[in-house]
């Protein structure tokens, strides 16, 4: 059973407190060079990297810009592979596995840079992320994992034994973690918030609620047909990733949308948080649960985020149990209050890995498959110079590849009712028994 404090509104992102939310409601010109259809991190990075090319660009989004992912993450701020090397180079091929790795650190680096450039204030903070072992052969893991990272990319990381874990988290829960120095945390709705800002600064139009119902091909251009209007556009970028749908179903049937659910804890005694978290890291999990948490900017507060379950629930379901799973490696929380409880959609890709492309004109982004938080904005930029022809979009991303299967024939992600019991009943359990 959770307790809630007494201003908790379930849904509202924690994030949102303090913000003046800019609803961007433009009007839709007849025409452009490049029309940017979604306005998260990729859309609006896309739209910022087209500019510089020359070109005339607009943004339109179906909801309001920036309610989506991009305001409700993590803010956890880093680029390093899901994935291990060996399965990037099953799946793609070792040139690409090594550019994978190669690359991660230039992403990080690149987004630094565009948050100096545009002066955005987002809280941005080297705090390092750990990653947190649950099982003896996740640790071992870490070993094999690290070693690769030094082999194949010019990132830093460092292996966190157990015996010195109690530097960085006091839980007996983990059998030690893998510690990227150079990764940060970020407010991330202050970042969507800077982007829009920039994205203004250049004078291009951003419609909100204008959702494309229709995009029709109209000699070497588009026609997009929206509730406000339609509009003219050379070439489109499709940026939504998580909450890609109709009429983009080539896409959609390839980035599924994967809940994740967060929540924020009451404002908490500085001791109790220094005795928790004395290393103020951001933190991963490597079980499948997926949890992921911090110490909120102001320093305040625990966040806590994960699989609660990978289809739609109820929030106060959603929180009950990443309430229960937080209290699992800090038992000292058991009645701690929530304030606030949230979800959003990650865009998974079936090879949990990105890709920058195009199909019958169309160029996307998309399938970040919970990194997005770095390459959205990085290969949304990319997007935006591979539409303009810009030898500055190249990148490996457009080596991978998003695959279809064959338990998602529709749009819907109907697979994922089977898939959450499977983890659930057999993942969950085996994981538990072995972290025992």
Aim: charged share 20%; aromatic share 8%.
């Amino acid at each position: 059973m959770v307790n809630w404090t007494q201003d908790t509104e379930p849904g509202r992102p924690y994030w949102w407190d303090g913000l003046t939310l800019n609803t961007p409601d433009d009007r839709l010109p007849d025409q452009v060079d490049l029309l940017v259809i979604g306005a998260g991190y990729t859309g609006l990075s896309a739209a910022i990297a087209a500019s510089e090319c020359g070109a005339s660009v607009a943004v339109v989004d179906a909801g309001v810009p920036g309610h989506g992912a991009s305001t409700r993450n993590g803010g956890m701020f880093g680029a390093h592979p899901r994935l291990q090397w060996d399965k990037l180079a099953m799946q793609f091929g070792p040139e690409v596995a090594n550019g994978v790795f190669a690359e991660a650190q230039p992403a990080l680096d690149w987004v630094k840079e565009l948050i100096t450039r545009e002066d955005i204030d987002c809280d941005l903070q080297n705090t390092g992320r750990i990653q947190l072992a649950w099982t003896k052969s996740h640790f071992d893991g870490q070993h094999r994992l690290a070693e690769t990272i030094r082999d194949k990319s010019p990132a830093s990381v460092e292996i966190i034994p157990r015996d010195r874990l109690g530097t960085e988290i006091i839980t007996d829960r983990y059998f030690g973690g893998l510690l990227f120095p150079d990764h940060c945390a970020i407010q991330p709705a202050r970042f969507h918030q800077g982007l829009l800002r920039a994205v203004a600064r250049r004078d291009i139009p951003i419609t909100g609620n204008a959702p494309v119902t229709e995009l029709a091909r109209d000699g070497s251009g588009f026609i997009a047909h929206t509730p406000k209007g339609k509009i003219n556009a050379g070439k489109v970028i499709l940026a939504t990733n998580g909450y890609t749908t109709q009429p983009f179903r080539w896409l959609s049937a390839r980035v599924f949308a994967l809940p994740s659910y967060l929540i924020a804890t009451e404002p908490l005694p500085h001791d109790l948080i220094d005795r928790l978290a004395p290393g103020r890291r951001m933190m991963v999990e490597t079980r499948a649960r997926h949890s992921y948490f911090r110490v909120s900017p102001d320093g305040t507060r625990i966040l806590f985020g994960g699989r609660a379950s990978m289809r739609n629930i109820p929030l106060v379901r959603a929180a009950q149990v990443l309430h229960a799973t937080m209290c699992e490696i800090w038992p000292d929380l058991r009645n701690t209050r929530v304030s606030h409880a949230w979800t959003g959609n990650t865009g998974f890709s079936f090879n949990q890995t990105p890709h920058v492309g195009h199909h019958n004109g169309l160029h996307y982004a998309m399938g970040y498959s919970g990194s997005g938080t770095v390459m959205a904005p990085y290969l949304g930029a990319k997007a935006g110079y591979q539409a303009m022809d810009d030898p500055r979009g190249n990148t490996v991303y457009s080596q991978t590849r998003l695959k279809r299967h064959w338990a998602h024939p529709t749009e819907q992600p109907h697979f994922l009712k089977a898939a959450n019991l499977w983890y659930r009943t057999w993942v969950d359990r085996r994981e538990n028994a072995r972290s025992r």
